[in-house]
């Protein structure tokens, strides 16, 4: 039951797909605690919320191709589903961290920037330009490279975000997203993702799968750095950025690998 109930919340945080809500224990005093908890070990199945989005994008690609429209416009509404898909849930926190962090000066100005609802000028560009790059980077994508890597990209991205929150700390010390994940993420969640990434990853690029991996934990490792050396941790947005940022330059590797 816990593993469904894990799984269930997993889907529905990180998508827009209806599925069953498991409830948690009745007991009032532990339901809030149960509740987080949860919440967090739930990350455990992130990379298998990203295989399920892939499988869905390839499988729209798939049905594109023998339609009587243009492999353009069959890449724009890929890319359209693609966002449509997580609600934008993680691309509004990657406007929010270009907001911050080229708006704010210190630590506090930088969360406050962050938590405001409201997208600035500099989000709006930034987010423009990552759409326009993963746009083009399907577009140059050869056909037989191009499920594979619409399939792989959402899974290590999701996957990116549970080793972010196994290593990072919390910038907010309440009331912060980012927080619930990090208070409770461990070593069952982190090997659960990670030998599920590992096991798609691997059979879809073989030995080149080396060299994505290497890629993604670098990825990891230097926006964790940046932000702890700016706001002295991460946050629930900056989770969200890592899982953007790391599918671009997924897309990216892959094309200049020219992985077949």
């Not at 890929?78 to 080229?102: Q, R, T, Y």
């Amino acid at each position: 039951m816990k593993i469904l109930r894990d799984l269930s919340l997993a889907i529905r945080f990180l998508t827009i797909i209806p599925v069953i809500s498991f409830p948690t224990p009745n007991n009032t005093n532990q339901n809030e605690e149960a509740l987080e908890e949860n919440f967090a070990n739930s990350m455990a199945f992130f990379p298998l919320v990203g295989m399920l989005i892939g499988v869905l994008l390839v499988a729209l690609r798939r049905i594109f191709y023998y339609l009587p429209i243009s492999p353009l416009v069959g890449d724009v509404l890929i890319l359209i589903v693609w966002i449509w898909l997580s609600g934008g849930l993680h691309l509004d926190g990657f406007a929010d961290s270009v907001d911050g962090f080229l708006g704010g000066h210190n630590k506090e100005e930088i969360l406050k920037i962050m938590k405001d609802s409201s997208t600035g000028a500099k989000g709006v560009v930034a987010l423009i330009s990552l759409l326009l790059l993963k746009f083009v980077l399907l577009v140059e994508m050869p056909l037989l490279l191009k499920d594979a890597a619409l399939f792989f990209a959402p899974t290590i991205g999701r996957w990116s975000m549970v080793v972010a929150a196994f290593l990072g700390k919390p910038a907010r010390l309440k009331n912060s997203m980012g927080k619930l994940f990090m208070d409770y993420v461990g070593w069952r969640e982190l090997i659960f993702a990670s030998l599920t990434m590992a096991a798609i990853g691997i059979l879809l690029f073989r030995l080149y799968f080396l060299p994505l991996v290497i890629i993604g934990i670098g990825i990891v490792l230097l926006i964790l750095k940046y932000c702890q050396k700016k706001i002295d941790g991460i946050s629930g947005d900056i989770l969200g950025a890592i899982n953007e940022i790391m599918e671009v330059f997924i897309l990216l590797t892959v094309c200049i690998l020219g992985i077949k």
